[in-house]
């Protein structure tokens, strides 16, 4: 790679990194420390109640497999896919990215104070929540493993990583183990290292092969970040509209709004995971090289012609 196109594509993943910081900090900020954000969420998490009967098998499954052994058994496939394709800095990258994220988020998730302001006396004693481990688990595995897959099925295991994650950030709403704010915190943590890890990637390699364009998938990440931005967007206006209406206790508050809470919610959880993942997958093709086409040896001439 160009010293030129290096250094674009460092300052890129500095960007990266320093706005999903302030999205971070954000969210922190409103979902923690206004009377507002603790409200919504503890509308969106109160609203987990409706259907909650249908949904409780595959909720529970998909939480209960989360586990630390689960977390070290996906470190080392991860880990393991990147040594069989010879790429040492892939699992050093992936490893990091992991240990990383799942480091922050229980570093935040002790040392951040959540205020109460009487919104949600049932779990004031359980103190803060933010970010959630499970989806922290579930984005950095999704993250790490398009780090290390090859260009063809890149593109496939973004989008598994990307439904998987989401569907454990929803699950941990419809469980009523965490809030909206939490999974969306624990996305923009992973996002963060996501960009700090292709920082560190990008000076490990000792490559210098440009960008493959064809590895770029630019429409898919186009559309998955399109789809993550209208799923933001429609959460956000549900979750306006609620704002709107009386301030009342969540409990007291009819099927509706319950409903909005939590569709707002869980929309703004999954849409926020689609554009992370988006903006991992437009990056990719600039910091793990492809491998070109070989070109064709030219024939040798008949009869030294």
């Known amino acids: 790679m160009h010293d030129t196109a290096r250094r674009g594509t460092a300052i890129w993943l500095v960007v990266l990194a320093l706005a999903q910081t302030a999205a971070l900090i954000a969210v922190w900020r409103i979902a923690l420390h206004t009377e507002l954000g603790q409200w919504l969420d503890t509308v969106a998490l109160t609203g987990n109640r409706i259907g909650q009967d249908r949904i409780d098998g595959p909720v529970n499954y998909i939480l209960n497999v989360m586990s630390v052994a689960a977390l070290l058994a996906a470190t080392a496939v991860i880990g393991f896919i990147a040594l069989i394709r010879g790429h040492v800095a892939f699992a050093v990258t992936a490893t990091l990215l992991i240990v990383g994220a799942n480091l922050t988020t229980q570093a935040l998730k002790y040392s951040l104070a959540r205020p109460d302001f009487g919104i949600d006396p049932q779990r004031v004693f359980a103190g803060n929540s933010l970010p959630s481990g499970h989806a922290t688990v579930a984005a950095s595995f999704a993250v790490a493993l398009v780090f290390v897959l090859p260009p063809r099925v890149r593109l496939l295991g973004a989008l598994l990583g990307?439904?998987?994650?989401?569907?454990?950030?929803?699950?941990?709403?419809?469980?009523?183990?965490?809030?909206?704010?939490?999974?969306?915190?624990?996305?923009l943590v992973v996002g963060v290292w996501a960009a700090l890890g292709g920082l560190a990637l990008l000076f490990m390699q000792r490559e210098r092969a440009g960008a493959v364009p064809g590895d770029a998938h630019r429409l898919a990440a186009g559309l998955l970040g399109a789809a993550g931005l209208l799923a933001v967007v429609a959460g956000g206006l549900a979750l306006a509209w609620l704002a709107d209406g009386p301030r009342i206790a969540p409990d007291e508050l009819g099927r509706r709004p319950l409903f909005a809470g939590y569709a707002g919610g869980a929309a703004g959880i999954a849409g926020t995971m689609g554009i992370v993942m988006a903006l991992v997958l437009v990056s990719a093709h600039r910091l793990i090289p492809g491998h070109r086409p070989i070109p064709a040896h030219r024939p040798i001439p008949r009869n030294g012609g």
Do not use: F, K, Q
């Open 162 to 187: 990307t439904g998987y994650a989401a569907a454990v950030g929803v699950a941990t709403l419809s469980a009523g183990w965490h809030r909206p704010s939490d999974a969306i915190a624990a996305y």
